[in-house]
């Protein structure tokens, strides 16, 4: 029914072997380092010696800007470096190619060369568009990540995607580029809107339900992220770094999603896209994906590969979250819909992630059990649970 | 003086092990077939089961359209096959992101799927709109590559590099993207314009010099490629494929440029994009690389790892190409702004290529020794060689 083993996909491009053929092979090496820091602008922090010893352009946001900007010229003036700073306004309708190419430009103009660097200090849509103009300028140059929301810090800020808006498709032109490095400094989050939280604790829930049952019971005690005002305790600093760590686990062993179609950090990410594009984004992205997790877990149960205990404890789980857990927008055609565009997107399989238990997960690789009954079904159970 | 040993770049951005630091690290195996191929457009070629099994968009140039779109568009019927044709004006005028992003949006009007093809069917420019738009969609697509053009079968469409212009500087903006497959067809010399047949004998002439005498004394024997009106006899044949595999060899051990900064096949290519600049683009880029290579020539003459033998013969082979070995936009001072921007590309060192003997070459790594003197001696051997 279900399967946990990831299987490779194929080469659909080889022949094999003929008189006048040459097979050009590489093996590329890509490592990064994520560090969580302290201070990130303090003048013997892991970011002085990146600005010290290259040229960099640094884009971020009004807010951030509005913060720490002064916290940056400092350090620029304190380190003598050769350092710019584009401030962009932010926001999905401005993740666009043109704000990649405006990101280009000042990196034509400033002439960085092939070992200088972007620095991204930002949320989610800042680091989409840096990356992809890091991914671009003279084929590809150094970015150096700072996340400054939560969900930029456990999720889109520490992995190798961007992407931006193209023709009404969200995220249709991207890349994968790997940043050069990433410092994360939980002190960003005491400043961070409070829905980017919301956003980021949906993401932890995720990578707990389907990768470590540790990280969901600290997420439940208080202090933790999740309750607390300052999120810069030792005690939250604990709870983001474990995230930090089984996400980073998961997103390495299938870095540029060319090893296999079959991915947990999928998962709440398969009916999620549906219900923000239906509600016109109305839902945000967290609560999208929550609202996935629940169904997901309703699926799981219906299909016998979930208890009911199971399922409760992931229900309450997400409340305690102020996650929502139904839309009405989940019906069994807009789920059908779902469904076929991820097999779509995922080799012709919908790969649904569904939790067995708490920390753990697999997969449902047959359109054809995810029967209109079965859907009707999973859908009740969340909507009157 | 002078090194053949590539040193490997250290990263710069690693500092070691850390409490809170996890280290992300992946290898990406990547592999592409290159074939030659008897007549591409037939029912059984090796073309025919990539279109007859995905959605492929194929991109092309007006004048490979009127001779070859026919027998396309057969194939095309032949074969049931969901293949939509894009018919671009190139040029290195048109070589811009708006081309690639209007192929994106052709894309995406054609839904092509993340296992969906795009086909370049055409020269060098072609070829990197393609590559480019191609690692953009949807992260990157498969994108198949036909070229039609000499330099396009030897070099520019059988590696992974992708660029278009910026903001007036060539190649400012691309990628690194390997092809899914490289098909060569020999036939398509027959139909090519003459200057691109002058261009790619230029790098055929560059491959052999520092990588195989073999190849250069194939290409002065009579009926060879060069002086062959119907470059499709087997003679001919010969002599491309193994001009094809010995640039493949060379380009595999660093495919992604990030293994060393001193890499034979920029012989050619340190003074050739000044002289290509200076004479505002009339003086064509084969031309210009064999200019460079003249002078290179000299300078390792003049340096005592080349004998006076072997630089007359380099001369010689040269004429006989149809080649120039001099310029008058070549000054010590043009020169040493070459070098300094060649510095600034190869990781601080000019790594200027310089032949040793027929086959065989070496890099200057320091700027000092290409002092004034050195640079003005050379020059005056090939302006009055």
């Given at each position: 029914?279900?399967?946990?083993?990831?299987?490779?996909?194929?080469?659909?491009?080889?022949?094999?072997?003929?008189?006048?053929?040459?097979?050009?092979?590489?093996?590329?090496?890509?490592?990064?380092?994520?560090?969580?820091?302290?201070?990130?602008?303090?003048?013997?922090?892991?970011?002085?010696?990146?600005?010290?010893?290259?040229?960099?352009?640094?884009?971020?946001?009004?807010?951030?800007?509005?913060?720490?900007?002064?916290?940056?010229?400092?350090?620029?003036?304190?380190?003598?470096?050769?350092?710019?700073?584009?401030?962009?306004?932010?926001?999905?309708?401005?993740?666009?190619?043109?704000?990649?190419?405006?990101?280009?430009e000042l990196c034509h103009?400033?002439?960085?060369?092939?070992?200088?660097?972007?620095?991204?200090?930002?949320?989610?849509?800042?680091?989409?568009?840096?990356?992809?103009?890091?991914?671009?300028?003279?084929?590809?140059?150094?970015?150096?990540?700072?996340?400054?929301?939560?969900?930029?810090?456990?999720?889109?800020?520490?992995?190798?995607?961007?992407?931006?808006?193209?023709?009404?498709?969200?995220?249709?032109?991207?890349?994968?580029?790997?940043?050069?490095?990433?410092?994360?400094?939980?002190?960003?989050?005491?400043?961070?809107?409070?829905?980017?939280?919301?956003?980021?604790?949906?993401?932890?829930?995720?990578?707990?339900?389907?990768?470590?049952?540790?990280?969901?019971?600290?997420?439940?005690?208080?202090?933790?992220?999740?309750?607390?005002?300052?999120?810069?305790?030792?005690?939250?600093?604990?709870?983001?770094?474990?995230?930090?760590?089984?996400?980073?686990?998961?997103?390495?062993?299938?870095?540029?999603?060319?090893?296999?179609?079959?991915?947990?950090?999928?998962?709440?990410?398969?009916?999620?896209?549906?219900?923000?594009?239906?509600?016109?984004?109305?839902?945000?992205?967290?609560?999208?994906?929550?609202i996935d997790m629940a169904?997901?877990?309703?699926?799981?149960?219906?299909?016998?590969?979930?208890?009911?205990?199971?399922?409760?404890?992931?229900?309450?789980?997400?409340?305690?979250?102020?996650?929502?857990?139904?839309?009405?927008?989940?019906?069994?055609?807009?789920?059908?819909?779902?469904?076929?565009?991820?097999?779509?997107?995922?080799?012709?399989?919908?790969?649904?992630?569904?939790?067995?238990?708490?920390?753990?997960?697999?997969?449902?690789?047959?359109?054809?059990?995810?029967?209109?009954d079965v859907l009707a079904?999973?859908?009740?159970?969340?909507?009157?649970?």
């Amino acid at each position: 029914l279900t399967s946990t083993q990831p299987h490779r996909t194929p080469d659909p491009f080889r022949d094999g072997r003929s008189e006048r053929m040459f097979e050009v092979s590489c093996r590329q090496e890509r490592r990064y380092e994520v560090h969580m820091v302290d201070d990130v602008f303090a003048v013997d922090s892991r970011l002085a010696p990146l600005l010290a010893k290259r040229k960099t352009l640094a884009v971020t946001t009004p807010t951030v800007w509005s913060i720490y900007g002064q916290r940056l010229e400092a350090l620029r003036s304190a380190l003598g470096a050769d350092l710019a700073v584009f401030v962009l306004e932010a926001g999905e309708g401005r993740k666009s190619m043109d704000m990649v190419l405006r990101i280009c430009e000042l990196c034509h103009e400033h002439e960085l060369g092939r070992t200088d660097s972007l620095l991204s200090l930002g949320g989610g849509v800042c680091h989409d568009l840096v990356t992809v103009a890091a991914s671009l300028v003279r084929r590809g140059i150094p970015h150096v990540s700072v996340p400054t929301t939560l969900v930029g810090q456990i999720d889109a800020g520490v992995g190798v995607k961007g992407a931006v808006n193209f023709r009404g498709s969200k995220s249709y032109l991207g890349c994968f580029a790997p940043p050069a490095k990433v410092l994360v400094d939980p002190a960003f989050l005491q400043t961070a809107p409070a829905r980017t939280r919301t956003d980021g604790v949906a993401e932890i829930v995720k990578i707990g339900l389907i990768a470590d049952a540790n990280l969901i019971h600290l997420l439940q005690e208080p202090n933790s992220l999740l309750s607390c005002e300052t999120p810069s305790t030792n005690r939250t600093q604990m709870v983001l770094w474990l995230a930090i760590r089984r996400i980073l686990e998961q997103l390495s062993t299938n870095l540029f999603e060319d090893q296999t179609y079959q991915r947990l950090v999928d998962f709440g990410h398969t009916f999620s896209g549906q219900v923000e594009e239906l509600s016109g984004y109305e839902i945000s992205h967290g609560c999208a994906v929550a609202i996935d997790m629940a169904l997901s877990a309703a699926i799981s149960l219906t299909l016998g590969s979930l208890s009911n205990t199971g399922f409760q404890r992931i229900l309450t789980l997400l409340k305690e979250c102020s996650l929502p857990i139904y839309s009405p927008l989940l019906t069994v055609a807009s789920c059908q819909g779902a469904l076929r565009s991820a097999a779509r997107h995922r080799g012709g399989h919908p790969n649904l992630v569904i939790p067995h238990r708490l920390g753990s997960g697999g997969f449902v690789t047959d359109l054809a059990i995810l029967s209109d009954d079965v859907l009707a079904d999973s859908i009740a159970r969340v909507r009157t649970p």
